[in-house]
């Protein structure tokens, strides 16, 4: 990035009074000649090195535009999508010049997106904040969001499929070997400042997954026994599901296909506590 005048200059000046040979040109006058020619040259190292920006700017634009994108460029492109706004006359940005920051910021509602290459397409998929929790998008705002998509994406045989679903429902039973000193029968901390800390923690721990991240079960154990008052925190059993097909049981790690999961019903989350005493 090309520096300022005052910049260059300043730069020159320094160089000038650390040089021993340069030890005359002491005058502390701006109108001095040598400090007049040093700001002659600094203005054209300033035009010089703007002119190298302008180049390089060209070529990477040039280069963009011949190469296929990469699946992290319709990933960042997808949370650049400005619901409400229209490109900028055959490019693939927005004209942003009339609206603040702020403006910006709220139409900007995809907050999530994650790209899968499968043997049929580009499978890209997005959700947005709502609440403080991930959503799918409307079908309106979905239907907007595609019309972009299609603007921007690279021209081919290749299709995108773009979506934003609910997210894949999951299912735990767990038994909760806790500290009677620490926990209740019923979960609650004995002190009071927590009604339910394990189901807190479950659900906390699936908000926090990376979207289009995999849950793996040994993970969420070592997430339980962070928990004060847990001692062993066991899964009897883990199923997830989505779309109309039915739940199905898995034991180590599951991916969603929505990009995220929730426990849907509160039922869904079945966890029972029996009394154990610190392990040592």
């Given at each position: 990035?090309?520096?300022?005048?005052?910049?260059?200059?300043?730069?020159?000046?320094?160089?000038?009074?650390?040089?021993?040979?340069?030890?005359?040109?002491?005058?502390?006058?701006?109108?001095?000649?040598?400090?007049?020619?040093?700001?002659?040259?600094?203005?054209?190292?300033?035009?010089?090195?703007?002119?190298?920006?302008?180049?390089?700017?060209?070529?990477?634009?040039?280069?963009?535009?011949?190469?296929?994108?990469?699946?992290?460029?319709?990933?960042?492109?997808?949370?650049?999508f400005q619901y409400g706004s229209e490109l900028?006359?055959?490019?693939?940005?927005?004209?942003?010049?009339?609206?603040?920051?702020?403006?910006?910021?709220?139409?900007?509602?995809?907050?999530?997106?994650?790209?899968?290459?499968?043997?049929?397409?580009?499978?890209?998929?997005?959700?947005?904040?709502?609440?403080?929790?991930?959503?799918?998008?409307?079908?309106?705002?979905?239907?907007?969001?595609?019309?972009?998509?299609?603007?921007?994406?690279?021209?081919?045989?290749?299709?995108?499929?773009?979506?934003?679903?609910?997210?894949?429902?999951?299912?735990?039973?767990?038994?909760?070997?806790?500290?009677?000193?620490?926990?209740?029968?019923?979960?609650?901390?004995?002190?009071?400042?927590?009604?339910?800390?394990?189901?807190?923690?479950?659900?906390?721990?699936?908000?926090?997954?990376?979207?289009?991240?995999?849950?793996?079960?040994?993970?969420?154990?070592?997430?339980?026994?962070?928990?004060?008052?847990?001692?062993?925190?066991?899964?009897?059993?883990?199923?997830?599901?989505?779309?109309?097909?039915?739940?199905?049981?898995?034991?180590?790690?599951?991916?969603?296909?929505?990009?995220?999961?929730?426990?849907?019903?509160?039922?869904?989350l079945d966890i029972s506590f029996t009394p154990?005493?610190?392990?040592?």
């Amino acid at each position: 990035m090309a520096r300022t005048i005052t910049e260059i200059q300043d730069d020159i000046i320094s160089r000038i009074t650390g040089t021993t040979e340069l030890s005359m040109l002491n005058s502390s006058s701006k109108v001095a000649v040598w400090r007049l020619w040093t700001y002659i040259v600094a203005v054209s190292i300033w035009a010089l090195e703007n002119l190298f920006d302008l180049h390089k700017s060209e070529v990477t634009t040039l280069i963009n535009e011949k190469a296929p994108h990469s699946l992290r460029w319709y990933a960042n492109k997808a949370r650049g999508f400005q619901y409400g706004s229209e490109l900028a006359y055959e490019a693939d940005y927005y004209d942003n010049s009339a609206l603040t920051d702020d403006q910006v910021a709220e139409q900007q509602i995809i907050a999530y997106s994650a790209v899968v290459e499968q043997a049929k397409g580009l499978r890209l998929k997005v959700a947005r904040i709502v609440e403080g929790d991930l959503k799918a998008l409307t079908a309106q705002q979905l239907e907007s969001f595609a019309t972009y998509m299609s603007k921007i994406k690279d021209a081919g045989v290749t299709p995108l499929i773009v979506e934003s679903l609910p997210p894949d429902s999951l299912k735990l039973q767990l038994i909760i070997y806790y500290n009677p000193l620490v926990l209740g029968s019923d979960g609650a901390r004995l002190d009071g400042t927590n009604p339910d800390p394990v189901r807190a923690r479950v659900k906390d721990y699936l908000k926090n997954l990376p979207f289009n991240g995999t849950l793996v079960l040994a993970y969420l154990v070592d997430a339980l026994q962070q928990v004060d008052g847990v001692v062993i925190p066991h899964i009897v059993q883990a199923q997830a599901q989505y779309g109309t097909l039915p739940y199905t049981a898995f034991d180590v790690k599951y991916n969603p296909d929505a990009g995220y999961l929730r426990i849907v019903d509160e039922k869904d989350l079945d966890i029972s506590f029996t009394p154990q005493s610190t392990i040592r």
